[in-house]
């Protein structure tokens, strides 16, 4: 197993424009998390699965973005009509159990609107 | 909610000199504490933790401490060298939690 990938690396959008990231999480791993961060900053929690069920999702969420992770594997996350503001780098993270073992976090998908 | 802060943002040593960074939460409840690495264009990388029972560990030239009382814990770096220029994280974890909250980070520059 090589870790977390995550796909694209990089996208540069339109304003306006949907967008969707895949992340494929460690193949024993059950829990998914997606986190997003910002120049300067540290990563912001998101939303996170375990297995295939969305159990938390963050203020920070809103009703433009949606996550989905069919049977449990990999995730996506898509943005509808993306803002400026939505440019990040987008983190995918996964954990055995609870995370109290560290994340294994992906290279991230860095995410430009212009 | 827990908050988690960073100090310093940015810390320049010379190589072969200790570096500290030290964090500070606001949450008693919180049980687990991560350090993560992350060197450009890549993502956090976990490079040493602890957790709320323990008051101190040790890896190599990488230690961490943890004061429950004060609620603060800090990460030591010994002898640097310039591979350990990058951005230091700390987080920690809710007992009760299922996510990590994140310090703004501590960019770390070590100088030849």
């Known amino acids: 197993d090589t870790g977390v990938s995550q796909n694209p690396r990089h996208k540069i959008t339109k304003r306006g424009q949907n967008v969707t990231f895949r992340c494929d999480p460690i193949?024993?791993?059950?829990?998914l998390y997606w986190y997003r961060q910002t120049l300067g900053q540290g990563p912001e929690f998101l939303t996170y699965f375990q297995n295939e069920a969305q159990l938390e999702k963050s203020r920070l969420l809103s009703d433009r973005f949606s996550a989905e992770r069919p049977k449990g594997s990999f995730s996506t996350l898509e943005i509808q009509r993306t803002e400026q503001g939505d440019s990040a780098m987008y983190l995918c993270?996964?954990?055995?159990?609870?995370?109290?073992?560290?994340?294994?976090f992906g290279s991230g998908t860095r995410l430009t609107v212009v | 909610g827990e908050n988690v802060e960073q100090h310093p943002s940015t810390l320049s040593v010379q190589e072969g000199d200790s570096a500290v960074i030290k964090c500070t939460y606001s949450d008693s409840a919180s049980n687990y504490f991560p350090w993560y690495k992350q060197e450009l264009g890549k993502g956090p990388q976990l490079i040493i933790d602890i957790r709320s029972n323990v008051g101190e560990k040790k890896d190599q030239r990488i230690a961490v401490t943890l004061n429950k009382t004060a609620k603060h814990f800090s990460l030591h770096i010994t002898e640097t060298q310039p591979e350990d220029s990058a951005v230091y994280f700390c987080?920690?974890?809710?007992?009760?939690?299922?996510?990590?909250?994140f310090g703004p980070g501590t960019r770390l520059s070590v100088l030849p």
């Open positions: 193949s024993e791993h059950n829990r």
């Open positions: 993270a996964s954990s055995m159990g609870t995370g109290t073992s560290g994340y294994t």
């Open positions: 987080a920690a974890l809710l007992n009760y939690g299922q996510n990590f909250v």
